[in-house]
């Protein structure tokens, strides 16, 4: 199961995020929010584990994480504020 979570996270592409739900029900987990929280603090290189974030395009990861998920974010287009995604930048 985590590894088909993950696997559905690396699917997701550059500029775009999925809420913990969405992955959960793409990947065939309805349900299994917290789930894809476990497998991505298992998760290794590779998995873009900042394209998810919690229902309303909230950033929900504590500290530093939430602020290199911001930052992360950012660098893809995303305006973030008050750990909100807002919208993404015109190019």
């Not at 504590?62 to 305006?79: M, N």
Request: hydrophobic content about 40%; proline content about 4%; overall charge positive.
């Amino acid at each position: 199961m985590l590894e088909d979570l993950r696997a559905q996270v690396r699917r997701i592409r550059r500029g775009q995020v999925m809420t913990y739900g969405e992955v959960a029900k793409a990947a065939g987990y309805p349900g299994a929010a917290r789930q894809v929280v476990w497998a991505l603090q298992k998760s290794g290189p590779g998995v873009p584990w900042h394209r998810v974030v919690g229902a309303g395009l909230r950033i929900k990861l504590p500290g530093e994480a939430g602020l290199e998920q911001q930052i992360r974010l950012e660098s893809e287009g995303w305006i973030v504020n008050a750990g909100r995604l807002r919208e993404r930048k015109r190019s």
